[in-house]
Nanobody, 127 residues
Framework: QVQLVGSGGGLVQAGGSLRLSCAASERTFSTYVVGWFRQAPGKEREFVAGISRSGVTTSYAESVKGRFTISRENAKNTVYLQMSSLKLGDTAVYYC????????????????????WGQGTQVTVSS
């Protein structure tokens, strides 16, 4: 059972930056694909970014490409989401998720592909 704890959310002005962290309890965290999702009020949860076990492969939603960067430090069992040039539309609860993967290059982009979820951290972008 992998436990994930997301942190780093907060209130930021449009154009600003935040870094989210996702800390995992699992010692074999390097065998898990990790993704970030977000859910705004009244909307479905959507994929934001994902990273492979090795960290070599990443994937981003079109809406965040060029502004967000996902990375991981397996030695610290932690995945990060660096968010820059934040927009009002980025306001949401952000969730990290993990799934075991056999391939070192795999990245998952769908909710259903992830088994473990963190509790969510609120990001609010103000004008």
């Amino acid at each position: 059972q992998v436990q994930l704890v997301g942190s780093g959310g907060g209130l930021v002005q449009a154009g600003g930056s935040l870094r989210l962290s996702c800390a995992a309890s699992e010692r074999t965290f390097s065998t898990y694909v990790v993704g970030w999702f977000r859910q705004a009020p009244g909307k479905e949860r959507e994929f934001v970014a994902g990273i492979s076990r090795s960290g070599v492969t990443t994937s981003y939603a079109e809406s965040v490409k060029g502004r967000f960067t996902i990375s991981r430090e397996n030695a610290k069992n932690t995945v990060y989401l660096q968010m820059s040039s934040l927009k009002l539309g980025d306001t949401a609860v952000y969730y990290c998720a993990a799934a075991a993967a056999s391939g070192i290059w795999s990245v998952f982009t769908r909710n259903s592909e992830y088994r473990y979820w963190g509790q969510g951290t609120q990001v609010t972008v103000s004008s």
